[in-house]
């Protein structure tokens, strides 16, 4: 009886302290599989940060933007696994860990999106350019800007009124006038209908060359010149101004706006360039030709330029009363007081608009203008209107070429046109150095996974828990 109290108790310890090795096997399997699967995944983060390594220099160079190489992309599972297996042997692997498949997948390259990758890495670029003084600078320019653009609507009802009176007033007055004088206008449209690249820029030699647009949208508008002669042409030419776009939200603008200064070229810049001069300009116009994004360009400084000078020309009496006496002597005998106040109107803003194409000369000469002109900052006359000839009067602070295209670029429509454009430029440049070159094989996101077994930690030539490796799984989303 004692005996088998004593073989029950033996047996009793015996399995308890099978328990407990089995407690203490898997305590130490749990301390193995963590420590073996740290020692994995930093093998597994060296690698990420040599892939990641291998980005596009030519694009990274010119453009500060990062994406894996198209070349490397070919190559990249296997180089990441051997990679692994290089790194495990170097370190002298205590775990004999095998390296299994490596898998690429959720790729995003830097078109995809809408444009909403590139312009990601755009803001991480310039987040810390964008310098509060900057900022404060180009604040001013644009609500100078947008005051004067305001006004529009007031001198439209200003040439309203004065109509009306006259004719209220045409049977009450006989028109008397000087003899008939040669209308300036004439002249002035004659040098319009010509274009604006040699309007702004005469004999001097303009680039032609073509681009490629790939991913951004071909503009195919066209700008007529506004006609002063006719007051419906020019009363829908105004309309048409009050419908663009506004630059209330520039502050979200500002990165790409800055981005795009620094890192591509324009008509005034300096510095030397081959291929594509005017590229800036094709940001804005969007044409398949330089010469055509300059002409449109121009055109448009020309417009934001007429509604500052309009408001100035509307507040100078002289150059009114000047305008009226030109008008009956334009019209002669045959005069009466509407068609005078209608001719007087469409003088002054012929000569405000004059006066644009004389300040675009200025910019895209490297000069300055004044933002908001006084009677004192005025070059045209209306003798110098139909050859558009005049002492030009460019000022030391003012508004820039480069300072009229940010507006431009504000003001833009589509907001997303800009980032495919860019994409277009960056496309075509770096061709010059890598000819077959694609920025939608440049990939910007990715997740890799690598698949590795880790043997098991056995205990008296037995494995526990009872199998020979188990499957670990590693994946981390990379971006640039």
């Known amino acids: 009886m004692i005996r088998d109290e004593q073989g029950s108790m033996s047996a009793f310890l015996a399995m308890l302290f099978l328990v407990f090795l089995l407690l203490i096997s898997v305590c130490v399997e ?3 599989m963590y420590t073996a699967r740290g020692k994995a995944m930093g093998i ?8 990641k390594g291998n980005y596009q220099k030519e694009l990274a160079d010119m453009y500060h933007i990062y994406a894996m190489d198209p070349r490397y992309h070919k190559k990249i599972e296997t180089d990441f696994s051997d990679r692994m297996k290089e790194s495990l042997d170097q370190n002298g692997d205590p775990f004999r860990f095998q390296t299994g498949s490596t898998k690429i997948s959720d790729i995003l390259d830097l078109s ?33 800007g947008e005051d004067q653009k305001n006004e529009l609507s007031g001198i439209k009802d ?4 004065e109509e009306e009176e006259a004719e209220e007033t045409e049977n009450e007055k006989t028109l008397t006038s000087e003899p008939v004088k040669k209308d300036p206008r004439k002249g002035f449209m004659k040098l319009l209908k010509e274009g604006s690249v040699p309007l702004i820029m005469g004999e001097k030699k303009v680039s032609d060359l073509p681009i490629n647009i790939v991913y951004g949208k071909k503009d195919t508008t066209k700008q007529s010149a506004w006609n002063f002669m006719n007051r419906k042409d020019v009363e829908k030419e105004l309309d048409e101004f ?3 776009a506004s630059t209330d939200s520039f502050a979200s603008e500002l990165p790409v706006v800055l981005y795009a200064t620094k890192y591509f070229h324009f008509l005034t810049d300096t510095t030397k360039k081959d291929g594509i001069k005017y590229e800036i300009e094709y940001l804005i116009a969007g044409k398949d030709s330089e010469k055509e994004n300059l002409g449109m360009v121009f055109w448009r400084m020309i417009a934001l330029r007429f509604v500052m000078n309009a408001a100035c020309v509307y507040q100078d009496p002289a150059k009114e009363k000047e305008a009226a006496l030109l008008a009956a002597s334009i019209l002669g005998v045959t005069g009466f007081p509407p068609a005078v106040a209608v001719a007087k109107n469409l003088l002054l803003l012929a000569l405000a608009y004059g006066e644009s194409v004389i300040d675009v000369r200025n910019l895209a000469d490297g000069k300055k203008i004044p933002a908001v002109k006084t009677s004192a900052d ?20 003012g508004m820039a070429y480069e300072d009229y295209l940010l507006l431009l670029l504000i003001s833009q429509k589509d907001k997303r046109q800009k980032y495919f454009r860019m994409m277009d430029l960056m496309e075509q440049n770096i061709r010059r150095k890598v000819s077959d070159f694609k920025l939608d094989q440049c990939i910007s996101s990715y997740k890799i996974t690598q698949n590795l077994k880790l043997k098991k930690l056995g205990f008296g030539g037995m494995i526990l828990p009872f199998a020979t490796y188990t499957d670990l799984k590693m994946y981390r989303y990379v971006t640039y």
């Not at 597994?44 to 892939?51: A, N, P, W």
């Not at 803001?123 to 003084?133: H, K, S």
């Not at 005025?378 to 602070?397: I, M, Y």
């Open 30 to 32: 749990g301390i193995y």
């Open 44 to 51: 597994y983060m060296s690698g990420l940060s040599h892939t």
């Open 112 to 144: 995809a999106q809408k444009g909403e990758v590139l312009k990601y890495q755009i803001r991480q670029q310039m987040q810390y350019e964008a310098a509060g003084d900057i900022l404060k600078n180009l604040t001013k320019k644009i609500k100078a």
């Open 158 to 161: 200003q040439i309203q009124k």
């Open 242 to 244: 009050e419908k663009t």
């Open 378 to 397: 005025w070059q045209l006359s209306f003798a110098g209107l139909a050859t558009l000839n005049c002492k030009r009067k460019p000022v030391k602070q």
